[in-house]
């Protein structure tokens, strides 16, 4: 009897833990879902929608309806088509920096904990300093030089910002992974240091690399949203932080009405980075014994 | 001669040259043993490592500044044409009657310049206010930003601690869940949509505050002094950002003094104290408390730092008269010495908070104190 108990104790225990395991992945599942509907959204939306660029002055700050699903702007033109036309730019300038500053971090970091001595000593010099600055402030600064509708301009520049934190990261992890036995004894086979380096030692951290690179993601929509608000880059046509500058300097702040043109592109900002926060959070869990034991 | 011999206490015949030579190394190996002890002592190269950093993005700055493109003649002539309706040469004569500035002598004349100047605690003279130094204009919105920020910072720190504690020994209640889902939002969504929505919501669509009225730090034409009505108004025009600031930081708090504090409540010494029996209050604030909330006073003490410069977006949306709009200001006017005083009081912040961190860490955590102490 006892040990019956104990065993069906046992299976509920374990059932329980792995649903909420599961609830878990679902989060993240989820969040991933979420990302996948942004991309389709930006990229393959623009091709099935077209985009409404014609005034109409009778149909100003209308409410969401079949023909306006979120409305209509300050010049009567749909909403809807403006959020699908607006997050290619975003997504892209996203996804640059993110990757941009990713790879200075993981090459310069695993080289600098690989190589170690003066090499080491000037790079951890770089980064405390660029660690230091404020990046918004100086990221006004830098916006200045970008060229009209330059996308890859805007990411370098953010992506120049944000790579230090990682850096630090991925050199400290790649300084205690360098003592494991696995490592010791590839080196001791003389598998030569690219193999050591990105068959050995990288691999184990990719889960951290792969996090790492969509928080420098969300930073970067933060930036360069910041930056469209404040009116600083040269950036015409559709783009969800345009749109915010347009409809707070246009009369969000005046007329009740225009609240659809404000909240189309502040929510879709908004879910976005929830979507992508809530994908590495799962991932942090999935990969984090200390928070899933739930102990 | 022999120059040693001569020392006190040396007697010349009796003893040879390679004898009396060994005093003279240990005093000067002891000098240089002394330079040795300072430029390796921990205080000292961080000092000198945080006078470097702000040397550095003084220097940085100096430079990204004036390369940007427009200069201040180009962008003051530009508005008149846009506002006025100027004629071009209209404009120009008016920009070089106010904006008496020399930007034709070479750009390492006027670094050095500048560096010289700085080192006299000159910060210049701003191009747009005509003869107001530098300084005393950002003196006059630092202020602001310190306040506003700051009370922020008090506000969710102490909550952000508390709640987050609660989260943790609460684990997998309904509590921590909801406290959880809404740190992770708040601490996702970018700060300035936030603002927005609070201006968009509170003060357009329910027409709960009086949006306009709130704008700048304080109402026109009241004193400054400690009086309630003073105090009360200042508080009234930083309300909206204090909340702004508390609502997107708070999150951050909550998540990391979770994760502290759980991982303390592992720790060998926790369920020693519990083995002895010691009440459950005592473990709460003397055992786990004080060392899960160790890791977030370094963190604290960096945010400190950014109080300065963290504030650009928020003080746009809401008009307060802080060092952020005072920035974004400057910018637009391209007036390059109030520019590069903004950014030399936030790199100062920023390294004397770090500098800080460093001290108060070794201070407060007596185990890093004896590893780390040699």
């Known amino acids: 009897m006892e040990s019956m108990a104990a065993t069906t104790r046992d299976l509920l225990k374990e059932s329980v833990t792995s649903l909420r395991l599961l609830t878990r992945n679902r989060i993240g599942f989820l969040g991933f879902l979420g990302v996948v509907f942004f991309i389709l959204l930006a990229f393959v939306g623009p091709s099935l929608i077209p985009l409404d660029t014609e005034t109409k002055v009778a149909q100003i700050y209308q409410p969401p309806s079949w023909g306006h699903p979120l409305g209509t702007d300050h010049q009567g033109r749909d909403i809807w088509s403006q959020i699908v036309h607006g997050g290619k730019d975003l997504l892209t300038v996203a996804f640059l920096a993110g990757l941009i500053s990713t790879f200075i971090a993981v090459s310069l970091g695993s080289l600098s904990a690989v190589v170690g001595g003066a090499f080491d000593s000037a790079v951890m010099g770089l980064t405390d300093i660029v660690l230091t600055i404020p990046h918004f402030p100086l990221l006004v600064v830098l916006a200045g030089f970008v060229r009209l509708n330059t996308v890859w301009m805007l990411a370098l520049i953010i992506a120049l910002l944000a790579w230090p ?5 991925v050199r400290s992890q790649v300084l205690s992974l360098k003592e494991r036995d696995y490592v010791e004894a590839a080196v001791a086979l003389d598998l030569g240091t690219r193999h050591v380096v990105f068959s050995e030692i990288l691999p184990n951290m990719m889960s951290y ?9 969300t930073a970067a929509i933060y ?9 600083l880059v040269p950036f015409s046509g559709n783009n969800w932080g345009l749109m915010i500058n347009l409809a707070w300097t246009r009369g969000a702040i005046f007329f009740k009405d225009s609240i659809y043109y404000i909240m189309a592109p502040v929510t879709a900002i908004a879910i976005f980075q929830l979507v992508l926060v809530s994908m590495t959070r799962s991932l942090e869990e999935v990969f984090n014994p200390r928070l899933r034991a739930g102990e | 001669m022999n120059i040693f011999a001569r020392l006190p206490g040396s007697p010349r015949d009796r003893r040879p040259l390679g004898v009396a030579f060994p005093r003279a190394v240990s005093a000067t190996r002891g000098i240089a043993r002394l330079i040795n002890s300072v430029v390796s002592n921990y205080l000292f190269r961080k000092v000198l490592k945080a006078a470097f950093t702000i040397f550095f993005v003084t220097s940085l700055t100096f430079f990204i500044i004036r390369l940007m493109p427009a200069n201040p003649v180009d962008v003051y002539i530009q508005e008149m044409i846009a506002q006025y309706g100027m004629a071009y040469d209209e404009a120009r004569n008016q920009a070089a009657a106010l904006l008496a500035i020399d930007l034709s002598a070479p750009m390492y004349q006027q670094y050095f310049d500048y560096l010289g100047n700085l080192l006299h605690g000159n ?9 107001t130094p530098a300084a005393s ?15 922020s910072l008090l506000i969710s720190f102490t909550l952000g601690v508390v709640l987050g504690m609660l989260m943790a020994y609460w684990r997998e209640s309904p509590l ?9 939002i708040m601490s996702s969504v970018p700060n300035y949509l936030v603002a927005m929505m609070l201006v968009v919501f509170l003060g357009v669509q329910w027409k709960l505050l009086p949006i306009t009225a709130m704008r700048g730090s304080m109402s026109p034409g009241i004193q400054p002094g400690l009086s309630l009505h003073f105090v009360g108004d200042i508080f009234f025009h930083a309300a909206l950002p204090i909340a702004t600031y508390v609502l997107t930081t708070i999150g951050g708090w909550m998540l990391l003094m979770k994760s502290s504090t759980i991982s303390t409540l592992e ?4 369920t020693v104290a519990r083995a002895r029996g010691l009440s459950d209050r005592r473990i ?6 004080r060392n899960a909330a160790l890791p977030l006073f370094t963190q604290l003490t960096i945010s400190v730092g950014f109080i300065v410069g963290g504030s650009v977006l928020i003080e746009s949306i809401f008009v307060y008269q802080g060092v952020g709009l005072l920035l974004i200001n400057s910018i637009n006017a391209r007036d390059y010495p109030v520019m590069q005083g903004v950014f030399l009081v936030i790199a100062t912040a920023v390294v004397l908070a770090n500098l800080l961190a460093d001290l108060l860490y070794s201070r407060l955590d007596p185990r890093i104190r004896i590893t780390g102490g040699e």
Do not use: C, N
């Not at chain 1, 934190?165 to 990261?169: D, K």
């Not at chain 1, 930036?223 to 009116?231: E, P, R, S, T």
């Not at chain 2, 910060?123 to 003869?131: A, E, I, P, Q, V």
């Open chain 1, 223 to 231: 930036a360069q949203v910041g930056m469209f608000f404040l009116g």
């Open chain 2, 267 to 270: 720790e060998d010494y926790v």
């Open chain 2, 137 to 151: 204009i950002i003196v006059k919105f630092l202020p602001w930003t310190i306040f506003s920020v700051g009370v």
């Open chain 2, 123 to 131: 910060l210049g003279t701003s191009y747009r206010s005509k003869g």
């Open chain 2, 176 to 184: 921590d869940h909801v406290l959880s889902a809404f740190a992770s």
């Open chain 1, 209 to 217: 690399i792969a996090i790492s690179m969509i928080f420098a993601m």
């Open chain 2, 284 to 289: 709460t604030t003397a055992y786990v408390g």
């Open chain 1, 165 to 169: 934190s990682l850096l630090r990261a």
